[in-house]
């Protein structure tokens, strides 16, 4: 059996970013055009008023203060609210696999490895822009790597779900090199339109080389242990798919884009994922006193302030459950693997830490690492 280490990371930045500011200007020009349009229903309490949003409600909801997109004016056209992204044609890479393979040549380049040294390309992310081929097999391609790809899907923690199944598979021997990417396009299914999510979410793209110990080229993390979970709830859902138009469902539905009960998340996730990361630890004789670093999923600040206080059985200390969701927001899988990607290279041989990322399902998944 071997060992398996992460070797490399890295993390693409779309260009533009959106300002709480910004995003407040164009969401109550919106609310306002809405309101004035359906003021006869309003009035006879037919239809909801949008309530307007305010920069101040953004921040103290959720510690989040801009956020990267692919495209923001179309995002903050009050008549639009969503990215304009242009169609490609079925030869032109797409942007899926754009954005993946920015972070996937970033992380080989830190590993040391070149794209034909690859076996295996997961693209684990919460949404993927078709359904076949798999994003991953293209990005395969692209890299010119060997061995085999595939897409999957487990929301917020893909990439953990991810790194575990190729830790598994290099465990095992029937992989050497594997590169999990997440390009993580979130402003295409989040519903700009609504005041209670639409600051949440913003677009990037990861990735994370995994290989045999006993081959990395430099400084790295051993993967001691990875472990996932999953539990059912509707409670964060989206319900757009390929069979909507056999449902005769192809008008603007609210429930076709993200949708989530928040107060029902927080009670409910919080104790799961807490749980979780002290089950996994204890299975393997790690203390909370061994955590050096603690890299959580990026929703929430005060969901991660939680977390990181029940695994360490104390308030952490500055830099020890590090956030970047102030200047990324919510990247879906890939805020925990930013947060490790910008917040590891300070750790010393034999300093331990855990990589956890959650969300709809539920789903968790945690990984423990040391740095060698």
């Known amino acids: 059996m ?14 533009e970013t959106i300002t709480n500011d910004e995003l407040v200007e164009a969401f109550n020009a919106h609310a306002e055009r809405f309101n004035a349009a359906h003021a006869e229903k309003i009035a006879a309490g037919e239809v909801a008023a949008k309530p307007q949003s305010s920069a101040e409600f953004i921040f103290s909801a959720s510690g989040i203060e801009r956020r990267y997109v692919m495209e923001k004016d179309g995002v903050l056209d009050p008549d639009r609210m969503y990215p304009r992204l242009a169609e490609r044609a079925d030869e032109e890479v797409s942007i899926m696999a754009e954005i993946g393979l920015d972070a996937a040549r970033q992380a080989l380049t830190a590993a040391g490895r070149s794209g034909d040294e690859v076996d295996l390309v997961i693209c684990a992310a919460s949404n993927h822009e078709r359904a076949y081929p798999a994003i991953a097999i293209e990005i ?74 006993e081959d990395a080229q430099g400084a790295h993390f051993l993967v001691h242990s990875t472990r996932c979970a999953t539990q059912f709830s509707n409670n964060i859902r989206n319900n757009n798919g390929f069979l909507r138009r056999t449902r005769d469902a192809m008008e603007d539905r609210r429930d076709m884009q993200f949708m989530q009960n928040g107060r029902k998340v927080f009670k409910e996730v919080l104790p799961l994922v807490s749980s979780h990361i002290a089950a996994h630890m204890s299975e393997e004789g790690w203390a909370a006193e061994d955590l050096k670093r603690v890299w959580l999923h990026q929703a929430n600040k005060a969901m991660n302030d939680f977390i990181g206080k029940k695994v360490l059985g104390r308030v952490p200390e500055p830099g020890e459950q590090p956030n970047i969701l102030q200047d990324y927001a919510n990247t879906s899988s890939a805020g925990s693997i930013i947060a490790f990607a910008q917040n590891s290279e300070d750790l010393g041989p034999g300093e331990k830490g855990v990589i956890c990322s959650f969300g709809a399902g539920y789903s968790v998944g945690s990984v423990l690492v040391e740095r060698v």
Do not use: Y
Not at 2 to 15: D, E
Not at 155 to 180: L, P
Not at 181 to 187: F, Q, Y
């Open 2 to 15: 071997f060992l398996p280490a992460i070797t490399g990371t890295g993390v693409f930045t779309p260009a």
């Open 140 to 213: 395969q391609k692209e890299l010119g790597a060997g061995g085999f790809g595939f897409d999957m899907n487990v929301a917020c923690s893909s990439a953990t779900f991810g790194i575990q199944a190729a830790a598994d598979m290099i465990r095992s021997g029937s992989v050497r090199c594997a590169v999990v990417v997440s390009p993580e396009i979130t402003s295409g299914h989040l519903e700009w339109r609504d005041r209670d999510c639409h600051f949440i979410f913003g677009d990037v793209a990861t990735a994370v080389v995994l290989e045999r110990a």
